[in-house]
């Protein structure tokens, strides 16, 4: 499968140079040059199959022309391996449960895929290590270094700010040693940032080591988040819930829904979408108005959704203008046609987790919150919602005791991280430190 970049300017790529450089020079992202449909009977069937089975059939129509198939099996196999339930809340909404995985959120599975096709790349081209820098508030740093934790040829450090990370993120990089080294940063993110931005741009550097990103923009990441979709539509399938189906996407970056728009285009009977935003509400105001007007973010509750500037916008764009031969009003006609939004404050989003608790029992995380009140404003009577629960409640667990005043159960998974013993670099936020601590490494 060959690449282009959603800004039409940068040369055409195979996989393997998509995923080491994650954004092409042209600064735009990697599209696949053809989106698969899957074969009717794999629909008809696929009740039957789990979570793997499913998985490997999509991962084969991205990426079986550039990855041996017996390879690629075991890597799906490996990146699956915990389960992704849908369970009923009420009525007509299910939660189709992305936190079962390492770090408890939805961001597992790409991390992990990435790693496993990296290290595939790797050993094809001959033993040379590979280093992978991250920049991290919290989560991306989880779940990269445990996606890649005991990945044979490669090294991740993971830069966070120093006392900007709540505790229970921390630990969930900070103890896991192996090829794993965090670097706590004297700064704020964007210092982090900073720091890993120069460091892909110092020619002294690069010539002393292999040097590459592990962003969210990645196809290595962003692709194998379709998997849970098909997967979400056979366990609906299962319980004979499937017509009609309308999929709720709780939205910051857009990986997460763009994933499943992919899917659609394979041939994924879903009938309509939503994207669930919190105050952070370009997404939604592109819908009403047809014009993308990028804002900086606003904190919120549902910190991972803090996006004012959502990078797979220019993916959905590109995917629903046929690579711009649309005018932008027909792409937005197209879009509207199959996705709608909404918008919900914080307030909202605590009302929310309450009134859900309190009617049903089921404990939403702030994230998860939007994605169930879109579907409990919005699903028309002969319709069945699914909204993804986005991460565990308990990784949230300071805000969702609170709102709900109960004292949430922490997985033992969780746990487990939390009796590690704390390992980390401290660094100044000066890159000439950074350089010089690298160059010995
Ligand atoms: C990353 C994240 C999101 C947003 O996903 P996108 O792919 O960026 O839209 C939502 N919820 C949680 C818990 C996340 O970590």
Known sequence: MKYYSTNGKAPIADLHKA??????????????????????VFFEDIQ???????????????????????ALQDIVYDTLSFDCPVK??????????????????????????????LQYFIRMEGKEQVNVLVATSGDTGSAVANGFLGVEGIHVYVLYPKGKVSPI?????????????????????DDCQALVKN??????????????????????????????????????????????????????NFGNICAA????????????????NNANDIFYKYLQTGKYDPKPSIQTLANAMDVGDPSNFARIINLYSQNNRLTSEATHHRITNLISGATYSD????????????????????HGACGYQALTEGLQENEIGVFCETAHPAKFKEKVDEILGIDVDIPERLAAFMKGEKQSVAMSKDFDDFKKYLLTR
Not at 48 to 68: C, K, L, T
Not at 91 to 112: C, M, Q, W
Not at 170 to 176: R, V
Request: proline content about 4%; some cysteine.
């Open 19 to 40: 995923v080491v450089k994650g954004l092409a020079e042209d600064r735009g992202l990697y599209m696949p040059e053809e989106i698969k449909k899957l074969p009717k």
């Open 48 to 70: 039957s199959m789990n979570f793997q089975q499913i998985a490997y059939n999509v991962a084969s129509a991205f990426f079986g022309e550039d990855v041996d198939l017996d």
């Open 88 to 117: 009923k809340v009420k009525d007509n909404i299910y939660s189709l449960e992305l936190f079962h995985g390492p770090t408890l959120a939805f961001k597992d599975v790409g991390a992990r895929f990435m790693a496993r096709l």
């Open 169 to 189: 993120q921390e630990c969930q990089f900070t103890t896991l040693g192996k090829n794993i080294t965090a670097i706590e940063v004297d700064g704020v993110f």
């Open 199 to 252: 460091a892909f741009m110092d020619e002294e550097l690069n010539k002393h080591m292999k040097l590459t990103s592990a962003n969210s923009i990645n196809v290595a990441r962003f692709l194998p988040q379709a998997f849970y979709y098909f997967n979400a539509y056979a366990r609906m399938k299962q319980l004979s819930k499937s017509s009609n189906l309308v999929m709720c996407v709780p939205s910051g």
């Open 261 to 276: 728009l992919f899917g659609h285009q394979m041939g994924l009977p879903v009938k309509r979408f939503i994207a669930a």
């Open 347 to 366: 307030d909202q989003i605590r009302e929310t987790m309450r009134k859900c608790y309190e009617e049903t029992g089921y404990i939403l995380d702030p």
